[in-house]
């Protein structure tokens, strides 16, 4: 929620609460929400709409687009289960994970490579379960690799830095590229007041857009081109 007011965009870019951290451990109240999930824990599903070129380096050129201004797509890793099927552990987003493992495969590169994710945290526990996936921490320890400051903009690995989906928003459709954008802004140093530091040794993003709790997942590595 911090990150989405540092993001003129974000549906949360107003908002005015003077401690959020007192505001997102409210318990949950059964008769204005639901019995175990408060407002912080769910995403707003929204208008938007978002627009991106993917484009060759003969592209680059016809568009008028310096390189630096550019970032290149170094992997992709796709993974589909079946929608109508309990999952074997609801504490597993096996199918994020599978994903995930071909992106960063066919890219060449280790989750530990990557300087910064956009991952679809629909709800605060894919977000956590997110981080287990990609393999930041072990089954169970998500939570605290998030409490130890590992995601924040100053951690380790910066995590969903325009807000995500809880913060930003969530217009279905149109959340993917947006992920794809923010990846964008931030390797290529234009974003704004969210801008976190990209380091020069790693070069990289990731964003990971799922479909269906776990059924439909598209993982995409990015590369600052210059």
Not at 207 to 219: C, E, F, H, K
């Amino acid at each position: 929620m911090e990150n989405a007011r540092l993001c003129p965009t974000a549906q949360e870019y107003e908002n005015k609460t003077a401690d959020l951290e007192a505001l997102a451990l409210t318990e949950p109240n059964p008769r204005s929400f639901t019995d175990h999930l408060n407002v912080f824990d769910c995403s707003k599903v929204s208008d938007g709409a978002s627009a991106i070129a993917i484009v060759t380096e003969e592209g680059l050129k016809r568009c008028g687009v310096a390189p630096k201004d550019a970032v290149e797509i170094l992997g992709i890793g796709h993974a589909a289960d079946d929608l109508t099927a309990l999952p074997a552990d609801p504490a597993r987003l096996d199918t994020v994970a599978h994903a995930v493992k071909i992106a960063l495969e066919s890219a060449g590169i280790t989750a530990g490579d990557l300087a910064t994710v956009e991952t679809h945290d629909c709800f605060t526990i894919a977000g956590i379960l997110g981080v287990e996936a990609i393999g930041l921490a072990p089954q169970g320890k998500g939570a605290d690799f998030v409490l130890e400051g590992h995601t924040a903009r100053d951690g380790k690995i910066p995590f969903n830095t325009t807000g995500g989906l809880i913060g930003w928003g969530h217009p279905t459709g149109a959340t993917g590229v947006h992920q794809a954008v923010t990846i964008w802004e931030q390797l290529t140093g234009k974003a704004g007041a969210a801008q976190i530091s990209i380091p020069t040794e790693k070069p990289y993003g990731l964003t990971i857009n799922m479909g269906g709790d776990d059924r439909t997942v598209v993982a995409i590595v990015y590369k600052k081109t210059v």
